[in-house]
């Protein structure tokens, strides 16, 4: 009892210090050597041992990976995969030099000298004094206490030799023999930091959902007598919170614990990250001797058994990706606006957590998932390989020290894919008061299986153990297969799910680097770094649309065909796990589209409004309701845009109705028809068409005069997977790789006969067949109009039907169509565009080396007409069943070939288009969306023309 009554004197005696003015504490102070990241950056004195430019002293940009500097060699790791030393690796060693002075008032102080991150093995003399041991590992921080070491007032000389291989065999096996770039060099900043003589050395915080505050202050050295530490919870507003909380030390320890508890605070979650400050004072009695900052945030994670992911009590579900430190330019070297960029491209994907694979990230990245709101899998380095447990303590201790107090981190992963040593799992509590959960990714640990890629099927056996499955790798990218394509099938699978934790897609962003020694060629190491969302600058590809729509959390489940009798209510799901739909608003706008001809892109508004959404709380459905004016239907889309709290878009669903339009319209004059000795000849207007009396294909086109080098169809076009069978399975005897190669099927088609005649003012010139292609008619139309009416029937399965026309690719120049874009679809990747008028310049990527989007070249959805502007003019195209897919030539494949292999089809109309493999399974493990169709009876098409000459 007397003890107690003690305490609460002295708390209430420095309550009142606290509150005192005129008090001064000494605040660290920091002395960068380096600059601050890519394009904040000092020039130091370096030499290399070998590699490019090796040999002689230069100077060297710091922070930087040297490679980008114009030295030593690349490599990436895994060419010497599971070897620590082998024969032929890159080991440059580079020596550093770096004079600085230190302010005379420093003497009295304790000054370390301080590395964010450094690749790999690093040495550090000060006035040619070892500064201590040397550090192994590349992405974590370590410092040296170099107090006794420098000269005060006068000039100092920092010496530092890094080797791009550890001498340690389990540091090479955790870090460098992996599925990524191996750089060298002092690649994050370098800085001094001074502190008084009694200091705090650093916080750990505890702050729980229910207002629990718990926090740990550990001094820098041992405490004297009457030392004790106070501390000021502010808001964002830098309004106090609460009284100020207060503790003594012990003497001779170094260590104690703040407790309180607060009301009404407001949470941290990845929708609402509230964050709060805390200014921590140390006291020598009476003397305010130090005093330094933090930021928090009240949330508690909570993993319940064979149930879920539990923060602030609500289940959430990870929508996340895998994400390395990576840009073209500078490598590992990153700075604080690239670390928010790719923050706020994750979160505008509607994603909610990030895994930093495969090591720690810049703690400018963890700022930005605290501040925009990310839940973040933060992971010990261990590709494949491990730390021994030595190694692997310090590096424990570092990650997590530096990182304990972001409310983000809400899981440590140890190691990556059997790169984990078991004996470290502990550590991780040892310096984190939090005790948050440590998982293996691809391991069943703490709960939570982690299983990586697997297929659909495997993915619902999963769902069947008695476990949280959380998958921190699934639907692998490469080029524009992965991400996207299935993730509606698996997302509904573990959306649904009781025992779902989420996943997280491989991985955020190509990891190409644009290579110093060769004109700044970006380099994906062939097929291996080309799998991101995003191009290596941060490219859109069309998953990342797809992705965005898929996990929006606000989805509007209306049919996207309105009926005649539509009220203007939609029934709208609130998929958030903590906002009401009424902290978000709706922006609604009927519009009209621009006239085939007009040349315009885009469309015209003719009625919009914005109203706040419904009163819809988390994980329920409801209604809402737009003032839809009477003549809505004169319009020709309604388009319906769901904003964020902050005003952001989560996305825009578009909604048609039945409205006969004719898009390309017939004129005047006469249509004459004149018969060859090859073939059928009609003219009308400024058209001069033949048409083959071999086989009923165009064989020529004319526009006022000038040659137009459309024709060779139509053709029937059916294709599928090289190793699928008749029944629709997968022959394991065809030859490997049959997977990626798609074959036109070899069928029968016999040219029956064709007549021609005026009819009505039209010419008409039928044909038919025996095979799948049945019938085809042209019907030449006043003004140059034609219309095309064409049957087909196959009976089977195929991945790839429809029919095609034949224009040389080398002529075309653009396109602008009506229909859902911008970007290309697969069967299994149709979310993520929007019926819109789209224009796009010819371009032709070859991915994972050129990072054009969106794609010229592929397949269309719900297209209503295109104009090609080619160099002989312009052909136009409009189609009565926008229903299907409109073919601009071939997708291309990388150089490699190992997603898709696909006939050359020209322009076409397709019923069946293909889904796209990821790097890992192939499409018939992507679930149904990417299943083969088994197609019967005869379809019936239609399409009209027009021809125009430069």
Request: glycine letters at 10%; one cysteine or more.
């Amino acid at each position: 009892m007397i003890r107690s009554r003690r305490i609460n004197k002295l708390f209430l005696g420095l309550v009142s210090i606290f509150a005192m003015s005129g008090l001064k504490a000494q605040e660290t102070e920091t002395q960068y050597l380096s600059g601050k990241g890519y394009q904040d950056t000092k020039e130091w004195e370096f030499k290399i041992s070998g590699g490019r430019n090796s040999g002689e002293w230069s100077t060297i940009s710091v922070p930087s990976v040297w490679e980008q500097e114009g030295f030593g060699k690349y490599q990436y790791g895994i060419k010497f995969y599971g070897k620590p030393f082998p024969d032929g690796i890159a080991d440059e060693v580079g020596q550093y030099k770096y004079t600085f002075d230190v302010p005379r008032e420093w003497e009295n102080k304790i000054v370390r000298v301080v590395f964010d991150g450094s690749m790999t093995d690093t040495e550090v003399k000060i006035n040619g004094r070892s500064a201590g041991d040397k550090h192994q590992g590349a992405f974590y921080r370590f410092k040296y206490d170099i107090t006794d070491l420098l000269k005060y007032g006068k000039e100092n000389l920092l010496e530092v030799t890094v080797s791009k291989e550890s001498t340690n065999a389990s540091v090479n096996l955790a870090e460098r023999r992996a599925d990524y770039w191996n750089f060298g060099g002092i690649f994050r900043p370098v800085f001094l930091e001074a502190f008084p003589a009694k200091f705090i050395d650093r916080t750990a915080i505890d702050a729980q959902a229910d207002g629990d505050f718990r926090a740990e202050v550990f001094l820098g050295n041992a405490s004297s007598e009457d030392m004790r530490v106070v501390a000021q919870v502010t808001d964002e507003q830098g309004k106090e919170v609460g009284k100020p909380l207060a503790s003594s030390f012990t003497v001779g320890g170094d260590k104690a614990v703040l407790k309180g508890r607060f009301g009404d605070v407001n949470l941290w979650t990845a929708e609402t990250p509230n964050l709060y400050h805390i200014q921590f004072s140390l006291f020598d009695g009476d003397e305010l001797v130090h005093q330094t900052d933090d930021r928090f945030g009240f949330r508690t994670i909570e993993l319940k058994a064979s149930d879920g992911i539990y923060i602030n009590g609500q289940r959430v579900l990870m929508k996340g990706v895998n994400k390395h430190s990576f840009w073209p330019e500078s490598g590992r070297t990153l700075n604080k606006e690239l670390n928010y960029a790719d923050a706020r491209l994750i979160k505008e994907m509607n994603m909610n957590s990030v895994r930093l694979s495969h090591y720690p990230s810049d703690p400018e990245f963890l700022d930005a998932c605290d501040e925009l709101g990310l839940y973040v899998l933060h992971e010990l380095g261990g590709w494949h390989g491990h730390y021994d447990e030595a190694i692997g303590m310090k590096l424990v201790e570092s990650l997590v020290t530096r990182d304990v107090n972001h409310p983000s981190v809400i899981f440590w992963d140890n190691g990556n894919e059997g790169g984990w040593n078991t004996a470290l799992d502990d550590e991780f509590a040892k310096w984190d008061p939090q005790n948050r959960p440590v998982l293996h990714p691809q391991q069943l640990l703490s709960g939570v299986e982690t299983m990586h890629y697997r297929s659909y099927g495997e993915t619902e056996e999963y769902f069947r153990g008695d476990y949280i499955f959380m998958p921190t790798e699934f639907l692998h990218g490469l080029y524009d297969g992965g991400h996207g394509a299935g993730l509606y099938d698996y997302w509904e699978m573990m959306r649904k799910h009781p025992r779902s934790g989420g996943g997280f897609l491989w991985v955020f962003a190509d990891e190409g680097i644009a290579r110093t020694d060769q004109d700044g060629r970006i380099d994906n190491q062939g097929n291996f770094g080309a799998d991101g969302i995003v191009g290596p600058h941060h490219e859109k590809e069309g998953s990342f649309f797809t992705i965005k729509e898929v996990w929006s959390p606000v989805m509007v489940m209306h049919e996207d065909l309105l009926t005649s009798d539509f009220d203007g209510v939609f029934e709208v799901e609130n998929r958030y796990d903590f906002t009401n739909l009424n902290a978000c608003t709706f922006q609604w706008s009927l519009a009209e589209f621009y006239d085939l001809e007009a040349g315009k892109s885009g469309h015209k508004v003719t009625k919009s409004g914005e109203m706040k959404g419904p009163d819809v709380a988390p994980h329920e459905a409801g209604n809402l309701s737009i003032p839809l004016p009477a003549n809505w239907q004169e319009s020709d889309v309604l388009y319906l845009t769901a904003k964020d709290p902050e005003g952001k878009e989560l996305w825009t669903w578009h909604f048609t109705w039945d409205k006969p339009r004719q898009y390309l319209q017939a004129g005047s004059g006469a249509v004459d028809l004149q018969e060859t000795s090859s073939g059928y000849v009609v003219t009308s207007g400024n058209l001069e068409m033949e048409i083959s009396k071999e086989n009923g294909q165009i064989t020529s086109v004319k526009a006022a005069g000038k040659r137009i080098s459309f024709g060779g169809g139509p053709r029937f076009v059916a294709a599928r997977r090289g190793d699928r069978t008749l029944d629709g399975t997968i022959n394991p005897d065809f030859e490997k790789g049959m997977d990626r190669i798609y074959k036109e099927l070899d069928l029968e088609q016999e040219f029956r006969g064709i007549t021609a005649k005026k009819e009505g003012g039209n010419v008409v010139v039928k044909a038919h067949y025996f095979g799948p292609l049945q019938e085809v008619t042209w019907s030449v139309q006043p003004g140059g109009l034609v219309q095309l009416d064409y049957v087909y029937e196959y009976n089977g399965v195929v991945e790839l039907m429809g029919v095609s026309f034949d224009y040389p690719e080398d002529k075309v120049k653009a396109i602008r169509w009506l229909g859902e874009g911008p970007y290309r679809v697969w069967q299994n990747r149709v979310h993520g565009t929007t019926l819109d008028i789209w224009g796009n310049d010819y371009n032709d990527p070859i991915p994972g080396e050129s990072f054009v989007y969106p794609e010229f070249k592929g397949y269309f959805h719900d297209w209503h007409w295109m104009a090609l502007q080619t160099e002989e003019g312009e052909i136009l195209m409009a189609n009565d069943q926008p229903d299907n897919y409109l073919g601009v030539f071939t997708p291309r494949d990388g150089r490699d070939a190992l997603l898709y292999t696909l006939p050359q089809t020209g322009l076409a109309v397709f019923n069946v288009i293909p889904g796209v493999r990821n790097k890992v399974n192939a499409t018939d493990l992507v679930g149904p969306s990417s299943q083969p169709q088994w197609v019967s009876g005869p379809k019936e098409g239609r399409v009209y023309f027009k021809f125009k000459a430069n």
